[in-house]
């Protein structure tokens, strides 16, 4: 289980996060929309500590950090605990498909190479890269490539992958492919975090949506909840505009 | 003014001014060792935004940027053994090289620092960001992500530097020391064949200089094998109806630019 409490950020005089609480069980798929500017992008990053918290407290299982004073040893084994998906995937640039899947299991998990190679041939099958091995991500679309990134986040076994807007810089026909690897893997049972946009997503995948605004959470609950019976005003309209009725008349 | 002028000498001149080429290159290959070296720990303070030594740090940039290598030269050879006279260390005995290693190797560590310092800041942050949620320490970001990526960046810097390096090598003569500029100056005075001594100088320069281009640019092609092309690839292509090669460049073939209309 994770938990944030109490969690508050601030650049300079503006707050961005406003003593966010939210609990994760484990297995569970929890999905945040918003505004941009909303701060979700920023709470994600709060979780594994590459944007430090101003105040708060993170717990994934018995292991907790303090926010005020997290010594580097902490932040160092909180990051363990995590994974990231990033939106502009962040693939390392000089190492091949294989090799960025390999890199945390032999640097960080010290898996011998042979394990650390079976395993990660293995992930890559299952994304559906299985012939790209040997790929460097400058020979790979944007869809492979953030296949690639989920497979690396996977090789890590982490707590909780969490998914920073995975899809927002693909082209729209790269989209469905990406999505549909996050669906297959969150059907695994990995407990999940993930900032998107895509609501047809949201309302398939999710378990626990929540919808933030202004650094602070409006609204949460079951994706039936939130999306057919919201109960916040801002929701609503935050819903309405971002998914307009698609009955143009030309 | 000197003998009249007669290509022959050049040849003969050639393997003479050889002979000194070990000393050439010496001075270089140590002065870039050094320069390495220092670089490396000149640059580490202003990437890491460390107060006092920063400071320092860029005090050293703008002196050895900002005068001229020959009074560093002279500075060093003259005035370090004054200064060092007064805490009764005697460098009468030094030889000259090392003053002259020791100039190069700090004078090439000011922009050594400079390349480096650049390079690091050209990797894209999100490399870093990835190797942390990994669960990389610092360290382990730094030397297994960020800087086999920021070698690849640095080398067409580090190629210039180098030749720049070696031509500036030919001023240690004014301190005495034989390497090939000397050993020029000597030969042409000995037979008052200086432009002859100067055409092989230029000429063993000129090599030397392509060479290490050359070879450079390999390096740079193999550490960024990961990228698309970047460095300008030039390829022979058959121009149709016109039995001349062309050379062009790759990106532009022959089939783009409005050929194929």
Sequence with gaps: MISLTQISKSFGRH??????????????????????????????????YLEKPSDGEISIGDFKVNCKHARKKEIHQLRQKTAMVFQQYNLFRHKTALENVMEGLLIVKKL??????????????????????????????????????????????????????????????????????????????????VVTHEMGFARDVANHVVFMDGGVIVEEGTPTEVFNHPREERTKQFLKRITPELNYSI | MGAPFDISYVFTFLPKLLGTLGTTLLIVGCSLLAGIIVGFLVALPRLYKVPVLKTCSEIYISFFRGTPILIQLFLFYYGLPEILKLIQVDMTRTPVLVFVILTYGLHTGAYMSEMIRAAVQAVDKGQVEAAYATGMTGVQAFTRIVLPQALGIAIPVFSNLVIALLKDTSLAFTLGVMEMTGKAQTLGSLTQHFIETYIALALIYLVISFAIEKLLLLAERRLLRHEKRSTAEIRSFKIHKNWSYRRIIAELGPGKGGAGL
Aim: glycine share 10%.
């Design chain 1, 15 to 48: 707050q961005v996060l406003n003593n966010i609480d939210l609990t994760v069980t484990k297995g569970e798929v929890v999905v945040i929309l918003g505004p941009s500017g909303s701060g979700k992008t920023t709470l994600l990053r709060c979780v594994n």
């Design chain 1, 112 to 193: 011998p190479k042979e394990e650390a190679r079976k395993r990660s041939i293995a992930l890559l099958e299952k994304v559906g890269l299985g012939s790209k091995l040997d790929a460097y991500p400058s020979q790979l679309s944007g869809g492979q490539q953030q296949r690639v990134g989920i497979a690396r986040a996977l090789a890590l076994e982490p707590e909780v992958i969490l998914f920073d807007e995975p899809t927002s810089a693909l082209d729209p026909e790269l989209v469905g492919e990406v999505l549909a690897v996050i669906r297959k893997i969150a059907k695994e049972g990995i407990t999940m975090i």
